[in-house]
């Protein structure tokens, strides 16, 4: 060390948070006098560091004692290392030159025996401030931002981001994979509470999205590969071939009336309803150009039929379309990919794809849709019996440690949607089995009492088999469904006409591609993990990549909606600041000592260490690289340092919280 | 004027280095030329005596190679320090503890235990060296062996570093050739503390092998592989040390189709040359499964062999715990 | 370690490695809840389980610490993607050699713990701190040199 | 060859003795070889269990320890005893006390268990060990057209293996269905025969009984496939009991698997143990001609 640094150690006593535990004002007096070698000039306590007047007392010793380091003993650094370092800043002390050392939650409200505690408390301060001694004063870092924004998913959350960003006046890439925006929305009947119709809320903003000129809608599309980082992103996207010309078409709707190869349609009507091979998924459609399915459509398996080429009035169909790689630019990333439905047909006990009878809640939505294969009406698999007692079972894939442990969060109301809605057009008995009802939202739990009203019958007790082998009289022909109601104790067989199992919600099949894709994470549930739960719910760890909808975990409409438009409002407040500034927390590579050995080359989930062949040295790009320090760590040759966490630093840490710093006086045996 | 004086001195090594020394083949001629050879014990008669009786400083250059395994290692490591104006680390176990220093792993006792009463050993009485001896002459004494083996910077200011096991003659030559510039005032010393005869990156800097993003599945024996001779060895499974070590060889070993095992060292500014291969090995192990990643180790049969072979004794924890904790 | 009185049982030193978003939020978790636990452990943060290299390990078991506890996200949950895998390799790998150095690899112990698992942080550490207590103090002193006879230096017959 | 030891279990010594013969008769078609245990005991059933736990685990694990002599998986085509011995090979897995204790007693006779048997129920010896194909191939007079009922029992799947569906499993029918026999829809192919109940509740097991066979009738299944002898003899033994108690008239008949496999492989009806039934065989299943 060639220059002394001068470091005050500053001990809260958190009024008796910390100083009921340890003596704070022994643990200062010690600092001041063992940790002098390490140039600790002044130690303090005092009741409240984090108040005004505490702050005030660090500026004062900065500029006083002309302090070069500070060390604060005190809470979690994740609740005050901001407050402390912006003091510095205000004493014109770097504030990366600032250590917090967490003597409350690590010492006095975990420890009970108040000389332990005290004496933790001080290795802990000698660990900080030997580290201190080798923090380096850093600045953050600053990128340029473009000002496009891509939004993956055109579900409601993604179409409500796309239209917030473009209303403000900046572009927007809209990519969704199926033939038309909407998503699940699309495919529902009414919504619930309100019971508005959901094409009705639904279609003028598919028609918004589809207009607005600042945004540019990418359908059958996909993101293969994306480059870059935060403000400068490159993404690459299959635009897949529809085997229509965009510009000709006029969406009239002859080809796929001409067209005659039906298929059943497994994707908008979850099986019910068929399309044609050339279609549109719904009339709503936006775009409103159509898509030839090649899988099933007869000119590409036999090479001959062209009936829609022949009809079409414009010459729009294009048989020899290939898929298209766009490379587009952009500054910030909504997913907003949704959810897949839980598959039913897990659950053999309830029966789903064996029992004509039990339905899932997505086909039940069909069933009730007006637009529906039934036109409505709610019926039987025959497709025109009229069901006298339907059940409804909750939680189904959801609550339940065989297939997803945690609650799907829109089943209850979902469900019950679902018997109001058979209640009122089919005047049967409806039973619903609950685990719990969980109506955590405005209007909800009213809505509740409504259907309470409305005579539903409620079951709690999660159902534990719908079978068909009748046993008692009454019992013929229906299908019967096991529970035990926990409310009563009693074992109870339900007779039904219909059973529709209320599926959860799932995190989409690929999500641990996409999220890879993205540079982000998933939790092991399977849902893309935000950066802070309460705090931060639609960024990421990895900058400009925001979330949005069921993407993050299971929600319903409105919160879908509430954080499409947070993550825009995110998005636009960095557009607007025309860059964006970085955490100095990053990896840097010395060239000299780098030999080009590559361990470290896929070492980085962000891809932000690149191999350059001519100088055979690897190089980290310091925006894209997030802080982990897993390469600094994996760097065989040492040529990799992290700034902010250095070996030098972690290493004097260790001295310092074995007390190896402390010159030991008579104290060896 | 008087030539200024040169030694070298061995202490717990195997003679290797005085060998690549006289490698040098013509070269040797300079150092006489330019040198008065004062002390050198594998090469001339001298006495301990004589060294001590030299004026403080008197030696400008001192070669010393070997650990520090005895007291009469220490002794002569000490007395030459003060005698020396540059004191040379040369060679791996003088730098690092080198082969010598994997005796760090077992305890003194087991060291004498093995050295005299194995089943090979021609010792029915069990008879066993005593430090000190009274014969009818008098008293004689061999030096006392210590727990374990330190390098020479564990004993004594070191100036100047020079790796290998044993350093190559050319680095060598090229060492000798630099210091006479500095005697005729045509070149500077490098600053103290620095690695001389030796290059600043890592084997992989010389070596030819084609290296591509690593994903080990499996790591194995070089003896059992069919490895391409072209390509990285690590990448291959091999578990190649050349990443760590310092360059200065010319990437001898993988040139000629076998791994480095490092006998240079560990690269410029890294502190212990073990873990930067443990982290470095492990990152690039291609599993998440903590079964699946137990079984590719396996192929790592002697894992602390590999990474501390030279470096054990001058490694953070310098030596295993029955050789460190049992200081009876 | 020697500032302790040798009447009462054995306290030993660990030293603790979290990240900085699971782990480390599970101690400030167990803090905010009061949860007491054994004052044996001193932690350090690391930005991810991925930033530890095996030598702090080794500093830490050179300079007197009787065990060391890695902790970090779950497996399939790091704020990293992936890293805290890499953790475990190196876990599994210094293990192995922690063992042929005659370090029982049971001083050195991996936790997974998320942000919310303060009391699952809480408890293993005072199980962990057990364990170590069973094991004794590790007195793995490298850094002086104590332990080396003292000779008395005559002078030596040429 | 495929080589099994095997263990038959009390039952099928006497009151199961067709389940045995056409055990013995279907495997040595298709080539496999049952090595019966030597000097074998009894399983526990279902009492012993709740009377002395410990010695119900030794006398499994003396099974096992012959068993383990042999080096081979150990085969129980009763469901009880197979269900006994597999939860006795895992707790002597995973509980090293229980081990102890349980060996410390088998050194009276010279035996010894380290944990390394495989238990088998017969059926997953059909079901997993051989293929469809494997079976089809010895099948000379298919059972077109004939409508059985697999009928599981409690036991076979509970102790679950490893991914395998526990609540609608489809192995039974796969193994008809190689016959040529047509698996209906049995909704209560999973539930309880009643087992031991018979003796000590009696009408609470007719009704289970009852109920099963109704299913199986309402389910237009021509018989029912057992795989286990205390099924087989609660669902056909019983029917006169049940249509005592209940006024049915079931007179349904009800066969080991391995008698309808033997049918289909051609066996000779006599040698499968056909004709000791209370409820006569289907008269399509035993053409004349057929001894």
């Known amino acids: ?669 | 004027m008087s030539k200024p004086k040169f030694a070298m001195y061995w202490a717990a090594s195997c003679g290797g280095c005085e060998i690549a020394v006289l490698n040098t083949n013509e070269k040797i001629l300079d150092v006489d030329a330019n040198f008065e050879v004062v002390f050198w014990p594998v090469a001339m008669d001298a006495k301990y005596k004589d060294v001590e009786a030299m004026e403080d400083g008197s030696i400008l250059l001192t070669l010393f190679n070997g650990g520090i395994r005895n007291d009469e290692n220490e002794h002569i490591a000490k007395l030459l320090r003060k005698k020396s104006k540059i004191l040379v680390a040369f060679g791996s176990c003088a730098c690092e503890g080198c082969i010598p220093g994997l005796a760090n792993f077992s305890p003194s006792r087991d060291i004498t235990d093995t050295a005299f009463s194995t089943i090979s050993t021609d010792n029915p009485d069990n008879v066993r060296p005593q430090t000190h001896y009274m014969m009818p002459e008098g008293e004689i004494t061999i030096p006392t062996i210590y727990p374990v083996l330190r390098t020479l910077e564990q004993v004594v200011d070191v100036d100047y570093y020079m790796p290998g096991c044993p350093p190559e003659s050319h680095q060598i030559a090229a060492v000798i050739d630099l210091i006479i510039q500095v005697l005729q005032g045509k070149a500077e010393l490098p600053p103290k503390g620095a690695t001389i005869g030796a290059g600043n990156s890592t084997v992989c800097d010389e070596c030819k092998r084609k290296r591509n993003v690593k994903l080990i599945k499996e790591f194995g024996r070089i003896q059992l592989m069919h490895a391409d001779p072209d390509l990285c060895l690590l990448e291959q499974g091999i578990p190649c040390n050349g990443p760590a070590t310092r360059s200065g060889c010319n990437a001898r070993c993988p040139s000629a189709g076998a791994q480095c095992i490092g006998c240079y060292g560990p690269a410029e500014g890294v502190q212990d040359y073990g873990s930067r291969l443990i982290a470095a090995f492990a990152s690039v192990i291609d599993s998440e499964k903590p079964d699946e990643i137990d079984k590719i180790l396996d192929g790592l049969v002697d894992p602390a062999g590999q990474f501390y072979r030279f470096n054990l004794a001058g490694s953070m924890l310098r030596a295993g715990k029955s050789a460190k904790v049992s200081g009876d | 370690m020697s500032d302790k009185p040798e009447t009462k049982q054995f306290e030993p030193t660990i030293i603790g490695f979290t990240c900085n978003w699971c782990s480390y939020r599970a101690a400030d978790m167990a803090g905010t809840a009061r949860m007491k636990y054994a004052p044996n452990v001193r932690l350090i943060r690391l930005m991810c389980s991925g930033r530890l290299d095996p030598m702090f390990v080794f500093k830490a078991f050179a300079g007197g610490a009787d065990a060391v506890l890695i902790s970090g996200c779950h497996p399939g949950d790091c704020h990293y993607i992936n890293q805290n895998y890499k953790a475990m390799r190196r876990f599994q790998l210094m293990k192995r050699v922690l063992a042929q150095l005659g370090i029982e690899p049971a001083r050195l112990k991996l936790l997974w713990a998320s942000a919310a698992e303060g009391a699952i942080f809480a408890s293993e550490i005072t199980k962990f701190v057990e364990e170590v207590r069973a094991l004794g103090p590790l007195n793995f002193n490298a850094t002086g040199f104590e332990n080396q006879p003292k000779v008395e230096h005559k002078e030596v017959p040429a | 060859m495929k080589e099994y030891a095997y263990f038959p279990g009390c039952s099928l010594e006497k009151m199961a003795v067709s389940y045995h013969q056409s055990t013995l008769e279907t495997t040595k078609k298709l080539g496999i070889k049952l090595k019966e245990l030597e000097d074998w005991n009894c399983c526990g059933a279902t009492t012993y269990f709740y009377i002395d736990e410990l010695l119900a685990y030794t006398l499994c694990a003396r099974n096992l320890a012959i068993a383990e002599k042999t080096g081979l998986d150990v085969v129980a085509p009763c469901s009880a005893c197979y269900k006994n011995m597999f939860f006795t090979a895992a707790h002597l897995k995973t509980d090293a006390d229980l081990a102890e204790h349980v060996n410390f007693a088998l050194e009276e006779d010279n035996l010894q268990y380290n944990g390394g048997v495989n238990v088998k129920h017969l059926i997953e010896v059909f079901a997993h060990d051989l293929t469809p194909e494997e079976i089809k191939s010895k099948v000379t007079h298919p059972l077109e057209g004939v409508r059985v009922a697999p009928y599981y029992g409690c036991q076979i799947v509970r102790p679950q293996k490893g991914k395998e569906d526990v609540e609608q499993p489809q192995f039974f029918e796969g193994i008809l269905e190689a016959i040529g026999a047509t698996p209906v829809n049995y909704p209560l192919k999973m539930r309880c025969c009643g087992g031991s109940l018979i003796i000590s509740s009696r009408t609470a097991a007719l009704t289970m009984v009852r109920n099963l066979l109704k299913s199986a009738v309402d389910s237009q299944a021509q018989v029912i496939a057992t795989a286990c002898p205390m099924c087989q003899v609660n669902l056909e033994v019983y029917q006169q009991q049940v249509n005592l108690e209940f006024g049915t008239d079931f007179n349904f008949p009800v066969m080991y698997f391995t008698q309808l496999i033997g049918l289909a492989f051609g066996i000779p009806p006599k040698k499968l143990g056909i004709g000791k039934e209370f409820v006569a065989v289907l008269p399509s299943l035993v053409p004349a001609g057929k001894k």
């Open chain 1, 1 to 669: 060390m060639e220059k002394k640094e001068k470091i005050g150690v500053y001990v809260c006593h958190c009024g008796t948070n910390i100083a009921g535990v340890v003596n704070v004002g022994e643990v200062s007096t010690w600092a001041a006098e063992n940790l002098k070698d390490q140039g600790v000039v002044i130690a303090r306590d005092y009741k409240f560091m984090c108040s005004s007047l505490g702050q005030e007392l660090i500026q004062k010793d900065i500029k006083e004692l002309g302090l070069t380091r500070v060390v604060v003993a005190a809470c979690s650094p994740h609740l005050h290392e901001a407050t402390f370092r912006n003091a510095c800043k205000g004493a014109d002390l770097n504030p990366y030159l600032c250590e917090l050392v967490s003597i409350r939650e690590q010492s006095s409200w975990v420890h009970t025996d108040k000389v332990a505690a005290t004496e933790k408390a001080k290795a802990l301060i000698s660990g900080g401030v030997s580290r201190v001694v080798h923090h380096e004063a850093l600045e953050p870092l600053h990128v340029p931002i473009h000002p496009a924004t891509l939004v993956v998913g055109g579900g409601i959350a993604g179409i409500q981001a796309a239209i917030e960003i473009a209303d403000a006046g900046f572009q927007v890439y809209l990519v969704e994979r199926e033939p038309s925006i909407g998503g699940h929305m699309a495919q529902f009947d009414k919504t619930f509470t309100t019971l508005d119709c959901s094409a009705c809320i639904l279609t003028p903003k598919m028609v918004q999205a589809g207009n607005h000129p600042n945004i540019t809608l990418l359908t059958y599309s996909e993101v293969e590969k994306v480059d870059g980082y935060v403000g400068n992103f490159v993404v690459s996207i299959r635009k897949r071939a529809r085997s229509v010309n965009e510009k000709d078409c006029t969406g009239c709707g002859i080809c796929w009336e001409k067209c005659p190869k039906k298929v059943v349609d497994n994707v908008y009507e979850v099986g019910m309803g068929t399309r044609k091979a050339v279609y549109v998924p719904f009339p709503q459609a936006v775009p409103k150009y159509p898509v030839i399915d090649r899988e099933n459509c007869t000119y590409y398996i036999k090479g001959t039929c062209k009936a829609c080429e022949k009809f079409c009035p414009t010459n729009a169909i294009n048989f020899a379309q290939e898929d298209e790689i766009l490379n587009i630019e952009v500054g910030n990333v909504i997913l907003a990919t949704g959810y897949d439905a839980f598959d039913a047909h897990r659950i053999t006990q309830y029966g789903y794809g064996r029992l004509a009878n039990v339905f899932t809640s997505l086909e039940f939505e069909r069933l009730s849709n007006a637009a529906g294969p039934t036109g409505g009406n709610i019926v039987m698999r025959d497709g025109k019996t009229t069901p006298k007692v339907v059940g409804i079972v909750h939680c189904v894939g959801s609550r339940d440690k065989n297939y997803n442990e945690y609650c799907s969060a829109i089943c209850c109301m979902q469900s019950l949607k679902f018997a109001h809605l058979v209640h009122e057009r089919t005047g049967a008995e409806v039973y619903n089995f609950y685990i719990d009802i969980r109506t955590p939202a405005k209007g909800y739990e009213e809505f509740y009492h409504r259907l309470l009203e409305e005579g539903t019958h409620f079951v709690r007790g999660k159902v534990a088999e719908i079978s068909d082998a009748v046993r008692l009289p009454g019992e013929e022909g229906k299908l019967i469904i096991q529970v035990e109601d926990t409310l009563t104790g009693n074992q109870l067989r339900v007779p039904v006409d219909m059973a529709i199992l209320s599926a959860g919600l799932e995190p989409r099949a690929d999500a641990k591609e996409v999220a890879k894709k993205f540079g982000i994470s998933c939790s092991a549930d399977g849902w893309l993990i935000e950066r802070h739960p309460k705090l931060d719910p639609v960024s990421t760890v990895t900058e400009g990549i925001y979330i949005a909808g069921c993407v993050q975990g299971p929600k319903d409409i409105p919160a879908s909606v509430v954080q499409g438009a947070a993550a825009a409002a995110r998005i636009l407040g960095k557009i607007q600041q025309k860059e964006v500034l970085l955490e100095p927390v990053r990896a840097s590579v010395n060239q000299d000592q780098c030999s080009g050995c590559r361990i470290c080359n896929n070492v980085c989930p962000f891809n932000a260490i690149l191999f350059h062949e001519d100088t055979m040295v690897s190089e980290v790009n310091p925006a894209l690289c997030q802080g982990c320090g897993t390469c600094v760590a994996a760097c065989p040759a040492g040529a990799i340092s992290g700034t902010g966490f250095s070996n030098l630093q972690i290493l004097s840490q260790i001295d310092g919280l074995l007390m190896l710093n402390i010159p030991r006086k008579e104290a060896v045996v």
